[in-house]
């Protein structure tokens, strides 16, 4: 069954502790991306990669950092430099290049709360 | 930067009764528009989307609409149900070096209550 697997679904965390978000794809996608849903605030990019071994700042990277080893797995870790790090978060997938759609596909994200 | 304006915050609608809710976009570059349905616990979905070579796209009960010279774009459901309750997300990317790959900016949601 294809898709994309988040963990955990809900965390919470400490002030000053850093936390890592799972993010793991069996779509064969190239690109995967991370976001940051708020209430009212829609979805903001945090962090996207095109390509293993890749990645970009999306428009909120500050306090997040990412890496990408693998074409499967894009981890998200919210570092204690995030100074509002209490949200939902969505990892989405896509494919890439020519006859691609544009579709992106999400997780069924995690839910992060800072104590 | 791309910047999507998305109105109304909040719609509620009788069932049967249409719904439309409208995006403004200031990239003239920009040349795809999806819209996405989000269920209250579940993950976004894509449900239509347009590019900017076409005004009109539907698909059944849904329709998208894309004015370029204005930088607007609106979703209208038709015959309204109660699934259809949901906040809905539009969308506008470019597509960049032709490799087929886009990077969207989203607008703030829209929570539609259909009431039955």
């Known amino acids: 069954d294809g898709g994309i697997t988040q963990s955990p679904k809900y965390l919470f965390r400490k002030e000053g502790q850093n936390v890592t978000l799972s993010c793991e794809q069996n779509l064969n996608h190239d690109a995967m991306y991370w976001y940051r849903q708020d209430p009212g605030q829609g979805l903001r990019l945090i962090y996207y990669s095109q390509i293993v071994n890749d990645f970009q700042k999306g428009d909120i990277a500050e306090g997040y950092s990412v890496s990408r080893e693998k074409k499967e797995s894009f981890p998200l870790t919210v570092t204690s430099a995030q100074k509002n790090p209490t949200a939902f978060y969505l990892c989405?997938?896509?494919?890439?290049?020519?006859?691609?759609?544009?579709?992106?596909?999400f997780g069924e994200g995690s839910r992060l709360t800072v104590l | 930067g791309e910047n999507v304006e998305q109105h109304p915050s909040t719609l509620s609608v009788q069932e049967g009764d249409s719904a439309v809710i409208k995006c403004t976009y200031s990239d003239s570059a920009s040349n795809y528009f999806p819209w996405y349905k989000q269920e209250l616990g579940k993950r976004p979905q894509l449900i239509i989307d347009?590019?900017?070579?076409?005004g009109e796209k539907k698909d059944q009960r849904i329709a998208v609409t894309l004015n370029k010279t204005a930088k607007h774009f609106s979703l209208h459901i038709t015959e309204t149900q109660p699934e259809d309750s949901a906040v809905y997300f539009c969308a506008a990317s470019s597509e960049y070096s032709g490799a087929g790959s886009y990077q969207l900016t989203f607008g703030k949601g829209t929570k539609l209550s259909v009431i039955p």
């Open positions: 347009i590019r900017s070579n076409v």
């Open positions: 989405a997938s896509s494919m890439s290049g020519r006859g691609y759609t544009g579709e992106l596909f």
